[in-house]
């Protein structure tokens, strides 16, 4: 069911036809005055259509780059302002790989030096026998051995085949 | 950027908060930093040369077994269960001794009884103790007196541990010398 309006419109552009436009020019009130405003409202739609018209682009190739370029430019200062990094090399995944190979890296390093520390440290709780011979002359078949007491860190020096002395030889 | 810090300052935490840390020694970090830097042999070799004023007391033992043995003196109460373990004696008697105090770590000096001689030659401070060249002399009763090098040894001696040499067997008992730094 058409309104008023809808009917006026379709009247106007003569786009009524048959039962209905006699229908609507009944129920005109006033069809002169009607058949006036029709005639006024072609007027203006033909001066329109003879003095407005759409400007013909020149170079449109090049309107269309500025155009993507500008628009290619907007949208990176969007990211920048939004607080993206625009390099997107630190992504969380990446962080995590790199912290954890870091972190293994550091320990290794700390393993490696703490092992080759700790002999050093226990060496120098220790007395060391660097070298140790006995007279090759009067006990030819003398020979030496070295060990630690663990228990008061005692090191020895001991040595077989030292020719034996009489008892005066404790003497003071 | 801001991630990196981060990540950079929990491995920084990481490390200090190490429990060696925590115990006043050295942490995780001082071992890392300082294992590559010169400064770190400096460092050890200025401790070695704060032993310097240490007493070092050398003696000559004789160790025997007696019935009613003699109490040990005093530089050898401590060693003195591990000498009867090792040496199977239950008495040890000083019958020569000498007591150096060190001033540069390099001094010289003798231990001696009527007929056995221990000359020891400090060599300098090492890393926890002392560089020391020891020779046992025996010193025989003939005319003219003779000298007999039984035993040479170099040792580097350390402070918390004292140094046991077995020495010839005399009568029924057997010599010893024995070094610790006091």
């Given amino acids: 069911m058409k309104t008023f309006e809808e009917k006026w419109t379709a009247w106007v552009d003569d786009e009524l036809t048959g039962d209905e436009l006699v229908a609507f020019e009944a129920s005109l009130p006033d069809k002169t005055t009607a058949q006036a405003e029709k005639k006024a409202a072609h007027q203006l739609r033909s001066l329109l259509q003879r003095e407005l018209h759409a400007p013909t682009m020149a170079n449109e190739e090049f309107f269309s780059h500025q155009l993507r370029e500008r628009m290619a430019r907007d949208e990176e200062a969007e990211v920048t302002r939004s607080g993206g990094d625009p390099s997107p090399w630190w992504t969380i995944g990446r962080l995590l790989w790199t912290g954890a190979a870091s972190l293994a890296l550091f320990l290794v390093c700390a393993v490696l030096v703490l092992r080759d520390k700790n002999p050093e440290e226990q060496s120098q709780y220790l007395t060391e026998i660097l070298t140790a011979k006995v007279d090759p002359v009067g006990a030819p078949d003398a020979t030496v051995s070295m060990f630690e007491s663990k228990g008061d860190r005692v090191t020895v020096l001991w040595t077989e085949g030292l020719k034996s002395l009489p008892s005066d030889y404790a003497a003071k | ?182």
């Fill in chain 2, 1 to 182: 950027m801001q991630r990196r810090v981060l990540v950079f300052s929990a491995c920084l935490v990481l490390a200090a908060a190490s429990p060696s840390s925590m115990h006043g020694e050295d942490g995780l970090v001082d071992h890392l930093i300082h294992a590559f830097m010169p400064a770190h042999r400096k460092s050890s070799a200025k401790a070695s040369a704060s032993h310097a004023g240490e007493i070092v007391w050398s003696g000559l033992v004789m160790a025997e077994n007696t019935e009613n043995p003699e109490p040990a003196p005093a530089e050898l109460i401590e060693i003195e269960p591990t000498l009867k373990g090792l040496f199977g004696y239950n008495q040890f008697v000083v019958i020569g001794q000498s007591r150096k105090t060190l001033r540069t770590g390099q001094e010289d000096w003798l231990a001696s009884s009527k007929h056995f001689a221990l000359h020891v030659d400090a060599q300098g401070p090492s890393e926890g103790g002392y560089i020391v060249n020891l020779k046992l002399v025996q010193r025989d009763n003939t005319e003219p007196p003779a000298e007999q090098l039984i035993l040479e040894t170099a040792t580097k001696l350390s402070k918390r541990s004292p140094l046991v040499i077995k020495g010839p067997q005399i009568g029924g008992g057997q010599l010893l010398l024995v070094l610790v730094v006091q």
